[in-house]
């Protein structure tokens, strides 16, 4: 009994840990990393369920000689699917770390994809997605002078965004100036809000 609540706790804590914290392992891991985590995610979920119902099958098998701890187990694993499945605390780490999303823009291509968020604290963020499991993230801060933002990158400037943004609030579209960008490069143009998931 202890050895099997040892190895559901275990596989619990590492399922809750790898949920929660997803905001700060897809920023640092990228590449094939990420959808092996999510993988390994999937795995835990599935382990789970077929836990839960090998448990309940051998308490009805052996509903007479029954005791109260036999249902530890169950109790466990049911709490714990029930706690990833509702977000039971209702807590967002990402927001809490990096601060709140005061606007976002969305850019989809035909085998790419990127978000630009602007957050609290005058902070950016552009998460690029593609082919080959390409995933990257371009962070730094942000000025705001009248339609126009200025990105001061952290580290390497995405090549098809450059270092200025022009805000069309009539198109709700976020263009690149063309500043600071690789000329070969086809501008990315941001329309304003969620991922519609048109491509």
């Known amino acids: 009994m202890t050895r099997k609540l040892v190895s559901i706790g275990l596989v619990s804590v590492t399922l809750l840990l790898l949920i929660y914290t997803e905001?700060?392992?897809?920023?640092?891991?990228?590449?094939?990393?990420?959808?092996?985590?999510?993988?390994?995610?999937?795995?835990?979920?599935?382990?789970?369920?077929?836990k839960l119902i090998k448990?309940?099958?051998?308490?009805?098998?052996?509903?007479v000689a029954f005791k109260a701890n036999q249902l530890l187990p169950t109790i466990?694993?049911?709490?714990?699917?029930?706690?990833?499945?509702?977000?039971?605390?209702?807590?967002?780490?990402?927001?809490?770390?990096?601060?709140?999303?005061?606007?976002?823009?969305c850019y989809e291509g035909t085998q790419n994809?990127?978000?630009?968020?602007?957050?609290?604290g005058n902070r950016f963020e552009v998460h690029a997605t593609g082919v080959f499991f390409y995933d990257e993230y371009f962070t730094g801060q942000y000025i705001q002078r009248g339609d126009t933002l200025d990105l001061d990158y952290d580290g390497d400037v995405?090549?098809?965004?450059?270092?200025?943004?022009?805000?069309?609030?009539?198109d709700e579209v976020l263009e690149s100036t063309?500043?600071?960008?690789?000329?070969?490069?086809?501008?990315?143009?941001?329309y304003y809000g969620y991922c519609k998931g048109l491509n």
């Open 23 to 50: 905001p700060l392992w897809t920023r640092h891991t990228g590449g094939l990393w990420t959808p092996l985590i999510f993988l390994s995610i999937a795995a835990g979920f599935f382990w789970l369920i077929i």
């Open 55 to 63: 448990e309940l099958i051998g308490m009805i098998k052996n509903r």
């Open 76 to 105: 466990l694993i049911a709490g714990i699917l029930s706690f990833t499945f509702f977000n039971t605390f209702s807590f967002d780490i990402e927001d809490k770390i990096y601060g709140k999303v005061v606007f976002r823009a």
């Open 113 to 120: 994809q990127a978000t630009f968020k602007l957050r609290e």
């Open 158 to 170: 995405h090549r098809a965004i450059g270092d200025k943004m022009f805000m069309n609030n009539r």
């Open 178 to 190: 063309r500043s600071n960008m690789d000329s070969t490069r086809r501008p990315l143009n941001f």
